[in-house]
C-alpha cells in the first residue's frame, strides 16, 4: 500500500510563499496520479491540485497562478509550491494517492497523508 507524510506547513503572513512536500513510499499498480486536498473545519475537503504520472497538472480556479505541483522523477516525493498566500488559504493540506479517468477526472483512491496546517494571517 501507499503511505504517505506531508509536511512544511506553518504560519505565514498573507503575499508569503510555502512549499509542502509529501514523502510517498510503497506502491499499487493503480496508482496513476498524486493530488493536494485541502480542507477547513465544516467545508467538504476540496481538491487543489492534481499532477499525472505523464506530468499533467490542473488546478482549482482560486490557486491558479499561485500554486505549483511538482514531483521528483522516481515519485518519492510530491510538492506544493504556494505563493502569494491568501487568508483564505488557511486549512489542513492533504496527500492523496489517487487515479486518473480516461475524461480527465481525479478519482482518489484511500490513501492519505495525516495532514500538515497552513495558516495566512492577515
Known amino acids: 500500500q501507499v503511505q504517505l507524510v506531508e509536511s512544511g506547513g506553518g504560519l505565514v503572513q498573507a503575499g508569503g510563499s510555502l512549499r509542502l512536500s509529501c514523502a510517498a513510499s510503497g506502491s499499487i499498480f493503480s496508482i496513476n496520479a498524486m493530488g493536494w486536498y485541502r480542507q477547513v473545519p465544516g467545508k467538504q475537503r476540496e481538491l487543489v491540485a492534481t499532477i499525472t504520472s505523464g506530468g499533467t497538472t490542473n488546478y482549482t480556479d482560486s490557486v491558479k497562478g499561485r500554486f505549483t505541483i511538482s514531483r521528483d522523477t522516481a515519485w518519492n516525493t510530491v510538492y506544493l509550491q504556494m505563493n502569494s498566500l491568501k487568508s483564505e488559504d488557511t486549512a489542513v493540506y492533504y496527500c492523496?494517492?489517487?487515479?486518473?479517468?480516461?475524461?480527465?477526472?481525479?478519482?482518489?483512491?484511500?490513501?492519505w497523508g495525516q495532514g500538515t496546517q497552513v495558516t495566512v494571517s492577515s
Open positions: 492523496n494517492a489517487g487515479q486518473i479517468s480516461y475524461s480527465g477526472s481525479y478519482y482518489p483512491r484511500d490513501y
